[in-house]
C-alpha cells in the first residue's frame, strides 16, 4: 500500500520520487501540476478537452493555446477559455499546496496511475485527486458495484458478498461509497486483503472530513477541486467516473427511479457490460427494467467475474456462493461495528429534518400540474432548461429523476439547473430537490 506521504504525490504524477520540499521549486513537481490543474479548471470533464489533448500532447503547450487563444475560431470559441484566466497559476498553486498539506495526490490524465479505461470515455476528467492506496487504480480488473441507499438488508448483504468476491479474485471494486449497495460493496472488498476498494465520491476533499490514513486497500477518487462541497448536481454527473473505470458495472438494487440507473444507463454508453442479480429475494424495479433490456444476469459472483475476466479461472469460494444466500448481518456488523466508523464514506445530500413546506393547494377546477405547466418561461432559456422546468412542475424531484424523465445526459441537466436557478425559475429545496418557483 502506498502511503500519504510527499512521495506518493510524486509517485502519482509519474515523477522520480523525492522528499518534500516546501520551496516548490522543482519544474516537474510545481509547474507541470499547476499547468494541469488550470487545464482542469477550464476544461476538464468536458468532451472537448480529450480532442485538444490529442492535438497538443503536451500540457504546456496546451496551455500556452489557452493563453494565446490560439485556438480561438476552433475549439476554444466553444469552450470560453476565460475560466483558464479565472484559474490564474497563483490560485492553482495554492490547490497544489493544500493538497501537498494534507496528502491529497493529483493524477493529471497523462499519469501512469491515471486509469487507462477512464481516458477512453467522451468526458475524463483532466486531473483526478485521491486519497489512499493510488496502486489500486493501476489494477486493470475493476467493477462497479452500485444500488439504492435504502437497500434492503438481503441486497446489502448480497453486495457485501459481492465486494469480497471481487477483492478476493484480485478484481478492484468501484463505488459511489453512498450508504446502502454502494458503501456494503465497499466494505466488503476492504475486509479482505485483496484487490481492495475504490470510492468516487462527490463533493472535493477537506481538511475537516478527509485527514489521517486510510483504511488499507481504500481509495477516494474526485474530480472535484478541495473544498468543494457535494451538491446535488455532482452525483449524477460523477457516475460516469464509477462506470468509467470499470470493465463492468454490477447493479444491486435500484428504484424504477433510482440514481443507480444513471451509473447504468452510462456504463452501456461508454459501452461497458452491466449486470444485475437474479434471484425473487432481490428483485427491484430497477434490476426488472435493467433485465428487460437484455443486461446481463447473475445468480452468484462468479457469472460476472467470469464474464469479465475469463482469464481468471481459479475463482475463490466465495465466488461461487449464492447472492440470495449470502451470510446475514455482514454489512451491518462492517457498519456499526466498529467505533469510529462513519455511516458511509460519501458526502449524500440527504433529505432535510424540517419537512419542505405543502405545495400551495389550486382550485379544485384547476389541477395543479396542469398551473405548473402553465408558468410563462423567459423566452432566451435553453432547450434542456425548458425540458428541466416542464419535469419539475410535476412536483419536487431529486435532479437524478429529472435526469431520466428528461432523458438528457446528466452533465446538460446540471447546466440547465444553473441556467434556471440564474432566472430564478427554479427553487432548490433542503435535500437538494428542484421546486419551480
Not at 523525492?18 to 470533464?45: P, V
Not at 487507462?116 to 470515455?121: E, F, K, M, P
Not at 485521491?130 to 438488508?153: H, T
Request: charged residues 20%; contains cysteine; aromatic residues 8%.
Amino acid at each position: 500500500m502506498i502511503g500519504s506521504g510527499s512521495s506518493v504525490f510524486f509517485k502519482a504524477y509519474g515523477c522520480r520520487s523525492q522528499s518534500y520540499d516546501s520551496r516548490l521549486t522543482t519544474y516537474d513537481s510545481t509547474e507541470m501540476i499547476t499547468a494541469w490543474l488550470r487545464i482542469h479548471y477550464a476544461i476538464g470533464g468536458r468532451a472537448a478537452f480529450p480532442a485538444m489533448w490529442q492535438k497538443y500532447h503536451d500540457v504546456q503547450a496546451l496551455c500556452r493555446a489557452m493563453e494565446t487563444r490560439a485556438e480561438e475560431t476552433g475549439l476554444l470559441k466553444k469552450l470560453s477559455p476565460d475560466r483558464f484566466f479565472e484559474y490564474d497559476a497563483p490560485k492553482a498553486l495554492a490547490t497544489e499546496q493544500l493538497c501537498r498539506q494534507h496528502g491529497w495526490q493529483i493524477i493529471p490524465y497523462e499519469s501512469d496511475y491515471y486509469p487507462a479505461l477512464l481516458r477512453q470515455i467522451k468526458n475524463p476528467p483532466a486531473v483526478l485527486f485521491a486519497r489512499g492506496d493510488a496502486e489500486l487504480l493501476k489494477n486493470p480488473r475493476k467493477a462497479a458495484v452500485v444500488g439504492a441507499r435504502s437497500a434492503a438488508r438481503n441486497a446489502a448483504d448480497a453486495a457485501f458478498l459481492l465486494g469480497q468476491a471481487l477483492a478476493a479474485s484480485g478484481v478492484t471494486a468501484v463505488s459511489g461509497g453512498a450508504a446502502g449497495i454502494d458503501s456494503a460493496a465497499a466494505f466488503g472488498a476492504a475486509s479482505l486483503h485483496g484487490a481492495g476498494a475504490i470510492t468516487v465520491l462527490g463533493r472535493g476533499f477537506s481538511p475537516a472530513q478527509d485527514v489521517g490514513p486510510t483504511e488499507e486497500g481504500v481509495l477516494f477518487v474526485t474530480e472535484l477541486f478541495p473544498g468543494l462541497s457535494g451538491r446535488f448536481f455532482n452525483f449524477p454527473n460523477r457516475n460516469r467516473l464509477i462506470s468509467g473505470m470499470s470493465v463492468g458495472t454490477a447493479v444491486m438494487e435500484a428504484g424504477g427511479k433510482s440514481g443507480a440507473l444513471i451509473t447504468a444507463n452510462d456504463a452501456m454508453t461508454q459501452g461497458r457490460p452491466v449486470f444485475v442479480p437474479v434471484s425473487p429475494r432481490l428483485a427491484s424495479p430497477g434490476c426488472a427494467a435493467l433485465a428487460n433490456k437484455g443486461v446481463g444476469q447473475m445468480t452468484a459472483p462468479r457469472d460476472l467475474i467470469g464474464t469479465l475476466f475469463p482469464d481468471l479461472s481459479d475463482l475463490p469460494p466465495v465466488a461461487d456462493t449464492p447472492l440470495d444466500e449470502a451470510p446475514t448481518g455482514r454489512y451491518e456488523q462492517a457498519l456499526y461495528g466498529r467505533p469510529g466508523r462513519s455511516r458511509a464514506w460519501d458526502e449524500i445530500p440527504v433529505p432535510s429534518p424540517v419537512p419542505s413546506p405543502e405545495p400551495v393547494r389550486q382550485p379544485e377546477s384547476v389541477p395543479a400540474a396542469q398551473t405548473h405547466h402553465a408558468v410563462s418561461l423567459p423566452e432566451d432559456l435553453s432547450e434542456e432548461a425548458k425540458a428541466v422546468a416542464r419535469a419539475a412542475a410535476d412536483g419536487p424531484l431529486y435532479i437524478d429523476e429529472i435526469i431520466l424523465r428528461c432523458a438528457i445526459p446528466a452533465p446538460k441537466v446540471q447546466a440547465a439547473v444553473t441556467e434556471l436557478e440564474l432566472e430564478d425559475v427554479i427553487t432548490v429545496l433542503p435535500g437538494g430537490k428542484i421546486q419551480l418557483q
